[in-house]
């Protein structure tokens, strides 16, 4: 499923306009994205948990040459998927 399938499934259950359906979907993505960038956690109760992690300097390789290079100190944002939805696709 992919956010344009989201504003479809939205439409249909809801039975609302599909620029409405946008603005819902695309709010909330907007105000996950701006709670990871604060460096915040969201977590959604059956579904999961969604946090930042940093990640140092490390040295890597490059894969076409083998040579050594230098990798950037990054943050990367982490989901944790929550006990239910574990035991759902698990089917239990």
Do not use: Q
């Amino acid at each position: 499923m992919n956010k344009s399938d989201l504003i479809t499934a939205l439409v249909k259950k809801e039975n609302m306009s599909e620029k409405m359906a946008a603005d819902i979907v695309n709010l909330i993505f907007d105000n996950f994205t701006h709670e990871l960038k604060r460096g915040g956690r969201i977590e959604i109760r059956g579904l999961g948990a969604f946090s930042v992690r940093e990640y140092g300097t490390h040295k890597g390789r490059n894969p076409k040459t083998g040579e050594a290079i230098a990798v950037k100190p990054k943050r990367l944002p982490h989901f944790k998927v929550g006990k239910e939805l574990k035991n759902k696709v698990d089917g239990k």
